[in-house]
């Protein structure tokens, strides 16, 4: 594919391009959380800091590498490469943000990323933070990314994450989860490196199409910067990876922590989980509400190897999430490794009600639509159509994000695809989970973006169905302690009918045939079983060996009355006999009895003993719990009883130094009261003295006291005038901000009329040039003109003086003629004769020589004044006369036009204020 040659980036010449449309979109009030989740103090306080991430890129990057920040906004980014040693160039589609832009280094464009000003392979770091959800066709970026990057450049991507970001933001248009980044990239030839931000919705990538053989090493520095407990994540395998999400300290794991598991390939994956730590517990592992069986603990020295049952991940991704009753978590390190499984083994140990009904739908499509290229599967998320169907491009789009790579979600009632885009739409067990006032709107929709046909699969309004399903729900809320969530979504919004939706089809004329799909005695009683083993883990290997049992013999039996689903076939055009017997032949024909197969009673009693023996291992498990709790308290009893003893010990030691310190406290009170006997009976009057004196203290201290209420009373009136002083303060504050506000608001105008302005005195300018133009060519004109009027001059005065000389010589030659008139003529007779006769031919010669000469002096006077002589009009000199006279009168009118000129309103403008010369002066030579 050619891809035309654009101009490279300069850092001297920064380029601006005409006004986008987006800039409407992406102006003042974006940055500002008008149509945003910015706050309204602006980007610059919710701005990413990426300097980490710039700066460790900068150890394998040599220095002046070239640095492209598509979004730059105000360019943080871009000065941080800057200062990391980078030549960086941030763009921007916003005018606004490029206006205000932090810092004037580097080179700045304007532009929208899918039609880059850069040259073919000239970039060697591609950074688009918080961009591609901006994209309307992220196609055309990625085209412009592969165009401009080096063979040896990275690209550096962070979206958020739909599954896990739920802030509205009205300009993201294409949020997708990471599998389908990772397998856009992988798809044009890159190999990506995947790790989350601080935030789990964070997803960002690096990819780079030729990595290089340090790429292990840049991948895993990559993945463990923003996660410090990426370095206990260790994946084997090419197409299977882990990654942190969201984890807190480093090396421990807390309840609530994610392992994110992405499956690259397009088969499923066979997982193994491993758990090294030295605890004995170990935490419980979740994929949804799947928990994850365990199975055993080995030692290893001082390391317990915790291992799991192995779980299957079909394509795209899936969180691991880690629950942990401790509030300080577990240390330790998980080692997950991946084998790849074949689809048909996968397929046949899905749960029997998925591969029932998709099972069918790939039959009904191969036999209705053997051609069709293209299926949109409307409800199913989980993408399990592709797997039953792999001949056909298939789309999924449901309410809810599925992270798979050709998954979708929509929120309106209206599907983002045009007219006929489709050429089969299939959706399987979702009306019913539509709530009644849109089903009608639900299934126009369908049929506006089908081209060929719809197949609708599900439970419908009938009493036998609906009683099966009232026993199940019943089942799981009074025996497991359990709400199903379907089942209770089909009894709020009650099952459709299906006359309603026929009649609806027939008004979009398409044309309609129904099969039944899930023998319903058989359907319940599975229901029964698998609802009870989802209780048990350990019974997951069972579960998946019954569904296979089932995939592989009953459901061929299964497709007849009565049925729990009903397929509606609705096409555009009748079916053709081939295609409606192809259909026929899916119906079963077994009519054996349920009783033969199926003994649903012994099942079930079967299967509550199984909850019996649950209900007595958790007995057992807590009994042995607590007596374990109760040696232990035992234990820390009798240590008590050891301390208390010791510490007994210690206080009857300390019991008999205080009965020491009794007697010799007794002792010194006896010998204190000899004392004082002695003082009192010698110092009365002292005594005496030191009580007046402390009478007078205790009257200072009192009047003190008075003196401290009174400045207290003073103090609390000085800060009641402070709070009114304060307030006054506050109110004069507020009327200040209120100036000030009318102020800036005042300076916006004055700016804003100050710009206009400038535009008009830009104008003015414009056209005072264009004016000093006009006159300097009519100055130029008007040269030449005084110059073409002085040749003119010349030329008539020469005129005049060789017509002068003409006529000077014509009046000779007539008065020469006139005088001397010729003799008549006689017959000669002998010399006389002679003679006369040769007078005679010399005046003739004379005569005819002077016509000559004036015939030459007119042909020269005509070259010379270049005119052309008529035929059959003879050229006199009243002729040359009158041609004189023509020209001395354009000469006259070409001094009025030069004297116009001189006397008009712009040349005397442009005069006064010195911009041209006048036109008075001579020209120069």
């Known amino acids: 594919m050619g891809v035309k040659k654009k101009k490279s980036m300069s850092k001297n010449s920064n380029q601006t391009s005409s006004r986008h449309p987006l800039e409407s979109v992406y102006g003042e009030g974006y940055f500002h959380g008008e149509n945003s989740g910015y706050s ?10 990426r300097s980490k991430l710039i700066a460790w890129a900068k150890e394998f990057k040599d220095g002046g590498a070239r640095w492209l920040d598509i979004g730059c906004a105000y360019g943080y980014q871009v000065n941080e490469a800057i200062k990391a040693g980078f030549d960086a160039v941030g763009l921007d589609v916003s005018s606004y943000a490029l206006s205000n832009r932090n810092g004037s280094e580097g080179a700045w464009m304007q532009g929208v990323a899918g039609n880059l000003p850069v040259q073919n392979a ?3 770091v591609i950074s688009a933070f918080d961009l591609v959800e901006h994209l309307h066709s992220p196609d055309e970026f990625f085209d412009e990314i592969d165009r401009v990057l080096k063979p040896d450049g990275w690209a550096i991507i962070a979206t958020p994450d739909p599954i896990y970001f739920h802030r509205p933001e009205p300009t993201h248009v294409y949020e997708r989860p990471a599998s389908y980044w990772m397998n856009e990239l992988k798809k044009r030839g890159f190999t990506g490196a995947l790790r989350f931000g601080a935030r789990p919705y964070e997803i960002e990538i690096l990819a780079a199409r030729d990595p290089g053989g340090d790429w292990e090493r840049i991948q895993r520095e990559f993945e463990e910067q923003n996660q410090p407990n990426a370095a206990f994540v260790q994946f084997n395998g090419d197409l299977y990876s882990a990654h942190p999400r969201g984890c807190g300290a480093q090396g421990r794991w807390i309840d609530g922590d994610m392992v994110y598991w992405l499956n690259q390939s397009e088969q499923p994956q066979q997982v193994r989980v491993i758990f090294e730590t030295e ?3 170990h935490p419980d592992l979740f994929l949804g509400d799947l928990k994850l069986h365990y199975d055993q603990c080995e030692t290893n020295g001082e390391t317990r190897i915790h291992r799991w049952k192995t ?22 390190r998980f080692v997950f490794s991946a084998d790849s499984l074949a689809r048909e083994d996968f397929v046949l140990e899905l749960s029997f009600d998925h ?17 069709a290229e293209s299926v949109l599967d409307v409800g199913g998320a989980y993408g399990y159509l592709s797997l039953f169907h792999p001949q056909t491009r298939i789309e999924h789009i449901d309410r809810t994000w599925e992270d798979s790579p050709t998954a979708r979600a ?9 007219d006929q885009s489709f050429d089969v739409v299939v959706s399987v067990d979702t009306l019913e989970h539509v709530p009644l006032s849109e089903r009608q709107r639900f299934i126009d929709e369908i049929c506006r973006v089908a081209r060929l046909g719809v197949v609708i699969c599900g439970p419908f309004e009938d009493a036998g169905v609906e009683e099966a399903e009232g026993v199940l729900r019943e089942f799981a809320e009074t025996q497991l302690q359990r709400r199903d969530r379907f089942l209770s979504e089909h009894a709020e919004y009650t099952l459709p009918n299906l006359q309603s939706v026929g009649e609806i089809f027939d008004r979009n004329g398409f044309d309609i045939t129904g099969l039944p799909n899930g023998y319903l005695p058989r359907w319940l009683a599975m229901q029964f079983v698998q609802f009870i083993m989802c209780q048990a883990p350990e019974l997951t290997d069972g579960k998946a060996r019954l569904n296979a049992l089932y995939n592989t013999h009953y459901y061929a039996l299964d497709n007849r009355e009565p049925a729990y689903r009903i397929a509606v076939i609705a096409w555009r055009h009748p079916l053709d006999d081939h295609a409606k017997r192809t259909l026929t032949s899916l119906i079963s024909q077994d009519r054996s009895s349920p009783a033969e197969m199926w003994n649903i009673a012994s099942l079930t009693a079967s299967l509550s003993q199984f909850r019996l023996i649950r209900e007595k291992e958790e007995y057992l498990r807590r009994r042995a719990e607590l007596e374990g709790r109760l040696h232990d308290h035992i234990h820390n009893l009798e240590e008590s009883l050891k301390e208390a003893g010791k510490r007994n010990e210690s206080l009857m030691r300390h019991a008999d130094n205080l009965q020491g310190m009794v007697d010799e406290g007794r002792k010194l009170n006896q010998e204190k009261d000899k004392l004082l006997a002695a003082k009192e009976s010698e110092f009365p009057d002292r005594l005496k003295q030191h009580e007046s004196a402390l009478k007078d203290h205790q009257a200072a201290l009192e009047k003190h006291i008075g003196n401290l209420e009174k400045i207290n009373d003073e103090s609390l009136k000085h800060t009641k005038n402070l709070e009114g002083l304060l307030k006054e303060k506050d109110a004069r504050s507020v009327e200040q901000e209120k100036h000030t506000a009318n102020l800036v608001a005042a300076l916006n105008e004055r700016e804003k009329h100050a710009a206009n302005l400038v535009a008009a005195l830009n104008e003015r300018e414009k056209h005072a040039d264009n004016l000093v133009t006009a006159l300097t060519e009519q100055q130029k004109h008007a040269a030449n003109l005084e110059v073409m009027l002085k040749e003119r001059d010349r030329t008539i005065n020469e005129l005049n003086k060789r017509i002068q000389a003409l006529e000077n010589r014509i009046s000779i030659l007539i008065e020469s003629a006139s005088t001397e008139s010729p003799k008549p003529l006689k017959p000669a007779k002998g010399p006389a004769r002679q003679d006369g006769d040769e007078g005679a031919m010399k005046q003739m010669s004379r005569v005819e020589e002077l016509f000559r000469a004036l015939e030459t ?10 005119l052309e ?14 041609q004189i006279q023509n020209l001395m009168a354009e000469r006259e009118r070409d001094r009025e036009m030069i004297h116009r000129a001189r006397t008009s309103f712009g040349y005397r403008m442009m005069r006064k204020t010195g911009l041209t010369p006048s036109l008075d002066d001579p020209p120069s030579e």
């Open 279 to 281: 605890k004995e517990n």
């Open 40 to 49: 309204k103090e602006g980007y610059t306080k919710d701005r990413p800091d």
């Open 857 to 866: 002096s007119l042909a020269d006077l005509c070259a010379l004044m270049q």
């Open 355 to 371: 591969y029932q009904r998709y099972q069918f739908i790939s039959q009904i499509l191969s036999a209705a639509a053997p051609n």
């Open 410 to 418: 929509y929120s309106s009632d209206r599907l983002p695809y045009p």
């Open 122 to 124: 000239s970039v060697d």
């Open 869 to 882: 002589p008529q035929t059959g009009m003879p050229l006199t000199v009243q002729t040359i006369q009158n």
């Open 311 to 332: 779980v299957t991940l079909p394509p795209g991704g899936r969180d691991l999430s880690i629950r942990v009753e401790k509030p300080q978590g577990i240390a330790g």
